[in-house]
Nanobody
Framework: QVQLVESGGGLVQAGGSLRLSCAAS????????MSWYRQAPGKQRELVAT?????TTNYADSAKGRFTISRDRVTVYLQMNSLKPEDTAVYYC????????????????WGQGTQVTVSS
C-alpha cells in the first residue's frame, strides 16, 4: 500500500507564491515519475508538471517560467511563483510507483488534492 500526502495549498494574492509538497510512503520499490495535476471548477484535470527518474522535467505551457517541480527522494515539490487567478484549482499529486509487492507492475497513485486560490 502506498499513500501520497499533499500540503502547502492556500489563499494567495495574484503575483504571490506558494510551494506545494507531496510525500509518498508505504511499500515503495521505485518511483518512476512524480507529477502535479490541477483541476479547476468545471474543467478537466490537466497536467501541470512532471519529473521522471533521472531528473527530466516537463511543464504545461501555462506553467513554464513560473512553476518549478523538484524532488527529494520520496517527496515532490511544486514551487509556484507569479501566481495568477487562473491558477486557482485543486492541485493533485500523482506518482508512478513500483511497489515491493510486485516489481513487474507500475501503479498510478494520487494524492487527496490541495486547494490553491489566487485572488485578483
Amino acid at each position: 500500500q502506498v499513500q501520497l500526502v499533499e500540503s502547502g495549498g492556500g489563499l494567495v494574492q495574484a503575483g504571490g507564491s506558494l510551494r506545494l509538497s507531496c510525500a509518498a510512503s508505504g511499500s515503495i520499490f521505485n518511483i518512476n515519475a512524480m507529477s502535479w495535476y490541477r483541476q479547476a471548477p468545471g474543467k478537466q484535470r490537466e497536467l501541470v508538471a512532471t519529473m521522471i527518474s533521472g531528473g527530466t522535467t516537463n511543464y504545461a505551457d501555462s506553467a513554464k517560467g513560473r512553476f518549478t517541480i523538484s524532488r527529494d527522494r520520496v517527496t515532490v515539490y511544486l514551487q509556484m511563483n507569479s501566481l495568477k487567478p487562473e491558477d486557482t484549482a485543486v492541485y493533485y499529486c500523482n506518482a508512478r510507483i513500483i511497489t515491493t509487492h510486485n516489481v513487474r507492475v507500475v501503479y498510478d497513485y494520487w494524492g487527496q488534492g490541495t486547494q490553491v486560490t489566487v485572488s485578483s
